[in-house]
């Protein structure tokens, strides 16, 4: 249902944009959320956003701020996370899923709503 492309691999300082397509039902009226796995380590929050009813807010995670953007197109039903000035920090697999919203704010919250996971798509940064 999340499915994600756009990853490669690209030098420090490199620019990717991902995309999540979502598949049998309408992104639109819920949040959505990126996360990543670094080799080894366990999935981290990247950033989210709620829905459009709920003003699209977006958060990010302290060491994205500044350099990914993540939007969405609910007519293509489509989620995309821009990144810019890649480090190699930065690598890992990211997913997208659905995620939780906070009321009465209608933040969006780091926390996955369904049980299963896309396969992801893989981001590399190399020197």
């Known amino acids: 249902q999340f499915m994600e492309s756009g990853g490669d691999s690209v030098q420090i300082g490199g620019s990717l944009r991902l995309s999540c397509s979502v598949s049998?039902?309408?992104?639109?009226?819920?949040?959505v959320g990126w996360f990543r796995q670094a080799p080894g380590k366990g999935r981290e929050e990247v950033s989210c956003?709620?829905?459009?009813?709920?003003?699209?807010?977006?958060r990010y995670t302290d060491s994205v701020k500044g350099r990914f953007s993540i939007t969405r197109d609910n007519a293509k039903n489509m989620v995309y996370l821009q990144m810019t000035n890649l480090k190699p920090e930065d690598t890992g697999v990211y997913y997208c899923?659905?995620?939780?919203?906070?009321?009465?704010?209608?933040?969006?919250?780091?926390?996955?709503?369904?049980?299963?996971w896309g396969q992801g798509t893989q981001v590399t940064v190399s020197t």
């Open positions: 956003i709620s829905s459009a009813g709920n003003g699209g807010k977006t």
């Open positions: 049998r039902f309408a992104i639109s009226v819920f949040s």
């Open positions: 899923q659905q995620v939780d919203t906070s009321q009465p704010s209608g933040q969006c919250m780091f926390r996955s709503i369904r049980p299963s």
